[in-house]
């Protein structure tokens, strides 16, 4: 059989391509296959939620009302403790303005078919000479306490009452005026301001045993600025 000498020549030519080359397999364990890419991303394993130790609480429901019920109570009776003096307080402020513009006038001679109110307004003026034309029109009204008594060697009261509070002020500061011609203004007190006096009283004689300088302010006392309160 002859073969080709076209064909052999070919083959010769084309050998070099394989001659000495080793075939590599897909098998060989030198080149071991690449891993498959997933077509999804993997997500990250979620870390375990942690889980906060429950508290066991054992309470008594019917302690915890009784125990809400005793604070609300306490507060309450502290509060109405409170109310309550902040009325008294506003009731003794009340009645002291409402007689703060009236003063009790004494030592003025009564005669028969006397103007009271006239005698009132020239004492006041000689006082306040600088309010002279003004003082008829403050000075609201004036009453004697009581008729004239036959045979009486002390002079009934007077009441004279000012509307306003500024003048009635004034007049009190210059009452020294007053003592020197033997007249004399006190303040005309509400029953209720006298009993808060007279419940204060022990004090401020105390206080001026102690040297200290103690007065009075409508129902209120005070000794180097500091209120005084009756002991209960």
Same mark, same amino acid.
């Given at each position: 059989?002859?073969?080709?000498?076209?064909?052999?020549?070919?083959?010769?030519?084309?050998?070099?391509?394989?001659?000495?080359?080793?075939?590599?397999?897909?098998?060989?364990?030198?080149?071991?296959?690449?891993?498959?890419?997933?077509?999804?991303?993997?997500?990250?394993?979620?870390?375990?939620?942690?889980?906060?130790?429950?508290?066991?609480?054992?309470?008594?429901?019917?302690?915890?009302?009784?125990?809400?019920?005793?604070?609300?109570?306490?507060?309450?009776?502290?509060? =109405?403790?409170?109310?309550?003096?902040?009325?008294?307080?506003?009731?003794?402020?009340?009645?002291?303005?409402?007689?703060?513009?009236?003063?009790?006038?004494? =030592?003025?001679? =009564?005669?028969?078919?006397?103007?009271?109110?006239?005698?009132?307004?020239?004492?006041?003026?000689?006082?306040?000479?600088?309010?002279?034309?003004?003082?008829?029109?403050?000075?609201?009204?004036?009453?004697?306490?009581?008729?004239?008594?036959?045979?009486?060697?002390?002079?009934?009261?007077?009441?004279?009452?000012?509307?306003?509070?500024?003048?009635?002020?004034?007049?009190?500061?210059?009452?020294?005026?007053?003592?020197?011609?033997?007249?004399?203004?006190?303040?005309?007190?509400?029953?209720?301001?006298?009993?808060?006096?007279?419940?204060?009283?022990?004090?401020?004689?105390?206080?001026? =045993?102690?040297?200290?300088?103690?007065?009075?302010?409508?129902?209120?006392?005070?000794?180097?600025?500091?209120?005084?309160?009756?002991?209960?």
């Amino acid at each position: 059989m002859q073969v080709s000498t076209d064909n052999l020549l070919v083959n010769n030519l084309h050998g070099y391509c394989t001659a000495g080359v080793p075939v590599i397999s897909l098998g060989d364990p030198d080149f071991p296959s690449l891993p498959i890419t997933p077509s999804t991303t993997p997500s990250k394993p979620s870390a375990p939620k942690k889980i906060k130790p429950q508290r066991s609480v054992d309470l008594d429901s019917e302690g915890i009302v009784q125990r809400i019920s005793v604070i609300f109570n306490t507060r309450i009776d502290s509060l =109405e403790k409170s109310v309550e003096k902040m009325i008294s307080n506003n009731t003794l402020k009340i009645e002291g303005l409402k007689k703060t513009v009236d003063f009790a006038c004494a =030592e003025i001679s =009564e005669v028969k078919d006397q103007n009271v109110r006239h005698a009132v307004i020239h004492i006041c003026q000689s006082i306040l000479p600088e309010h002279k034309a003004k003082l008829p029109d403050v000075i609201d009204s004036v009453h004697r306490l009581g008729q004239l008594k036959k045979g009486a060697t002390k002079p009934q009261g007077i009441i004279i009452q000012f509307s306003a509070r500024i003048y009635r002020d004034a007049v009190w500061k210059k009452s020294t005026f007053l003592q020197n011609n033997k007249l004399r203004f006190a303040e005309d007190l509400s029953p209720a301001v006298r009993e808060r006096r007279m419940q204060l009283w022990p004090l401020v004689a105390k206080a001026r =045993e102690q040297g200290k300088a103690a007065y009075f302010v409508g129902g209120r006392a005070f000794a180097k600025g500091a209120e005084l309160f009756p002991d209960t």
